[in-house]
């Protein structure tokens, strides 16, 4: 039985700072797929500036706070244990993303017609 005490426990690592950056790249990805899907549909897009480049800056944006946070947590784990411990890790971001990622494949095979 391990004590509480002398254990460093993990926190939870938060930037709520991040928040608005990660929602303004979201929203410039999601603007730039909508006018490539009215590109695709013959629909006019929008004149006043190049929108479709800004879908490759979100996604940009979205891989540098990815790389920063990684980099965080795998510093401030080596930092209060002394080791980085990788499959814990890993397991960790896969516990995070897969149920996502397996519920949009699901949803996505269910709702595709054809």
């Given at each position: 039985m391990?004590?509480?005490?002398?254990?460093?426990?993990?926190?939870?690592?938060?930037?709520?700072?991040?928040?608005?950056?990660?929602?303004?790249?979201?929203?410039?990805v999601?603007?730039?797929?909508?006018?490539?899907?009215k590109?695709?549909?013959h629909?006019p897009?929008?004149?006043?500036?190049?929108?479709?480049?800004?879908?490759?800056?979100?996604v940009?944006i979205?891989?540098?706070?990815?790389?920063?946070?990684?980099?965080?947590?795998?510093?401030?784990?080596?930092?209060?244990f002394?080791?980085?411990?990788?499959?814990?890790?890993?397991?960790?971001?896969?516990?995070?993303?897969w149920?996502?990622?397996?519920?949009?494949?699901?949803?996505?095979?269910?709702?595709?017609?054809g």
């Amino acid at each position: 039985m391990t004590d509480n005490v002398t254990t460093p426990k993990r926190a939870k690592i938060f930037f709520p700072n991040l928040n608005g950056v990660r929602a303004i790249a979201a929203f410039m990805v999601v603007i730039s797929h909508v006018e490539l899907t009215k590109r695709d549909f013959h629909y006019p897009m929008a004149k006043f500036f190049h929108i479709l480049g800004m879908g490759s800056i979100g996604v940009s944006i979205f891989f540098s706070l990815s790389g920063f946070l990684i980099t965080y947590l795998l510093l401030e784990e080596k930092k209060y244990f002394n080791k980085v411990d990788f499959k814990d890790f890993y397991v960790r971001r896969i516990l995070r993303i897969w149920p996502l990622y397996y519920l949009v494949i699901i949803v996505g095979f269910l709702y595709t017609p054809g």
